[in-house]
């Protein structure tokens, strides 16, 4: 089974509206740490947010908010007031405490964003 | 400072030959990290690094992949005998290490094509 997914295969938004981009999880474990990462057509991978099992609150890093749903296993991340420059593919990753403090990421497939002007 | 930096940035090979890549990762990050990303996927790990370490192999293809670390500084992904299917971008991360939630710092990758 996959340990992240995400199924959108492209999404469109407006400039300045805002955007979810859906992410759901499987583990057995009780700690794990899920981030959020932009691609732009240059390849660089760039960390956007992170958000912890156990944080009570969702992450919020500027325009970024990440919509953690523990018991549904889902990791939204939502985009405020769209950029053009925010046009990106977007993958969501997972890392499992079983595996080690700092094991590997398990990254999803990716989801494209285009924002429209 | 300066970021992860990989070289070379483009590599061609014809199959059957080797090739290195090498990764450069920020001062002072002490986990080292390679995945692989082909064309429309997405990432897929390789190796991880602790120091000179590699506590995780896991991902590694074949054994016609290996890759080292030394001074718990730079490190060298090496594939030999290369096939079409190696085609891809190799990327690599580092992070400080001691905890889950250090983020992961990317390298610009570097674009290998089998021909």
């Known amino acids: 089974a996959q340990k992240i997914t995400q199924t959108q295969p492209g999404m469109f938004v407006q400039e300045k509206e805002a955007v979810t981009l859906d992410c759901t999880y499987d583990?057995?474990?009780?700690?794990?740490?899920l981030f959020w990462y932009k691609q732009p057509s240059s390849g660089e991978m760039i960390f956007l947010i992170y958000?912890?099992?156990?944080?009570?609150q969702n992450a919020t890093e500027g325009r970024y908010s990440l919509n953690f749903q523990k018991a549904r296993k889902s990791a939204n991340l939502v985009i405020s007031a769209s950029q053009l420059g925010d046009s990106a593919m977007y993958f969501c990753?997972?890392?499992?405490?079983?595996?080690?403090?700092?094991?590997?990421?398990?990254f999803g497939k990716g989801i494209t964003l285009s924002v429209r002007p | 400072g300066a970021g992860v930096s990989q070289s070379p940035s483009n590599k061609v090979t014809e199959k059957g030959k080797d090739v290195e890549l090498r990764c450069d990762p920020i001062?002072?990050?002490?986990?080292l990290y390679w995945y692989r990303q082909s064309l429309g996927q997405g990432l897929e790990f390789l190796i991880y690094?602790?120091?000179?370490?590699?506590?995780?192999k896991s991902g590694l293809p074949s054994d016609r992949f290996s890759a080292e670390r030394t001074g718990g500084s730079v490190s060298t992904l090496t594939i030999q005998r290369t096939q079409q299917e190696d085609s891809a971008v190799y990327l690599c991360?580092?992070?400080?290490?001691?905890?889950?939630?250090?983020?992961?710092?990317f390298g610009p990758g570097t674009r290998l094509t089998v021909t």
């Open positions: 583990t057995s474990d009780q700690s794990y740490g």
């Open positions: 690094f602790q120091g000179n370490s590699a506590p995780d």
């Open positions: 001062s002072g990050h002490t986990a």
């Open positions: 958000q912890g099992s156990y944080d009570e």
């Open positions: 991360a580092s992070s400080l290490g001691g905890g889950q939630t250090y983020e992961q710092y």
């Open positions: 990753a997972m890392r499992e405490t079983s595996t080690g403090a700092n094991s590997k990421l398990t």
